[in-house]
């Protein structure tokens, strides 16, 4: 295919194959080595640019996506002669040693100073959490950070009008045509999936393709790519219900009105699933139709009671998230299907709704246990009590004895226990059981005491 987009401010174009990794293309193509490959799979931040202002990592970002899109890397950044202030603040606290980390830490940094100008050190923590390095041990970075910060260095905003904006088809080449596609409309993505069922790989945030397809060693044949579908962005409230387009990533229901709103515990979710720079890319229909036992927000959803949209071109069907994720990676979606939309009913007055999670990184790393807890008090009684864990078995479950148990009953100090007793029961991972399902018990108990006096 034919790209065209800005690189650094340039407009680029060059000749590429469809599936071919952004990092590819800036190091190979372009020769802008500045951006580094380390793990290749989206957990080490060292190949961090900013794409449309955000942050991403360029291993997990298919050439298919960037028609029209605006690339900065640290080359368009400052250079040994003219060092932007945050690489000369770098280097003065001593926050460079191999440098290996350096560029993706950079980048990273600014779109945190874009976003915030005066973060404090939680903040420059957790927005550098998916840039690892080797090196320094991080306080040098942070304090480079914040001197940054103090000194109002300038930052890199998003070009106007680039951020899911409707979708730019490159021009691809005639032996292409067809296999790849770059719908402009949900029904036009639909048409195209009725007339090539299965067999092609349907991107959105691209977080699970990109790493299988480096492991497989080998580019797709057919892929289309519904990321910037504005359909799939809609974030609304309609008829007691939340409804939220599939293609909606973790970082924009972190900073949707209506989902800080009515489901603070699903923007706490999102915010703790990966992280920022895999944030701007994955999205909630990816972690549903992904069907991973270690996703983050399916145990949630479960909780919350939401539903799942699933349109083809001759119609739609709404199924609950529990039966959806049917199997081991395997969901209820055919292949002329899309999840379009997840639906959750609003929660009424008094009912708490929580997310917790046991992991061992904070920014990027795979639940051992995941808790979605909803329940209400009716005079003094629990009511419609949801609990749902994820991580342990190949399917997340519903704690149907727990829920069972406390319907109905005060939230005392015994019923809190016999309850935490009951999930460390219902509970059977196969990896580090004790531990898991000590957690799962202490999360339990942690979300019932909310309900105490
Ligand atoms: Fe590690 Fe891309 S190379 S995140
Ligand atoms: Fe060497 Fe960070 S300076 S990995």
Redesign the pocket.
Known sequence: MRLRCTVNGRTTECSTHPMRRL?DILREDLGLTGT?????????????VLLDGAPV????VPAIQLEGRDIRTIEGIGSPKAPHPLQRLFVEEGAVQCGFCTP?MILAALALLQDNPTPDRAAIRFALS?NLCRCTGYEAIFRAVERAAAEDVPTFPPREGMQNDTPQSPRFDPGEEGRFTVPRTLDEALEHLAEHPGARAVLAGGTDVMPDMRKRGTLPESAVDISRLPELHRIRVQRDRLHIGAGATNAELQRNPNVQAHFPCLVEAARRSGAP?IQHRATIGGNLMTASPAADLPPLLMALDASVTLACSGGTRTIPVAEHITGYRETACHGQELLTEISIPLPGRGRVQRFSKRATRQGLSLARVALGCSAGLFEGRLGDVRIACGSMTPVPMMLEEVMAFLEGKHPDSETIRRAGELAAAAVEPRKTPHFRKHATRGLVEQFLREFQP
């Not at 990592?57 to 997990?60: A, L």
């Open positions: 990092l580094k490959e380390g793990c290749g799979e989206g957990e080490c931040g060292a190949c961090t990592t360029s291993c997990m993706g998916g720079t």
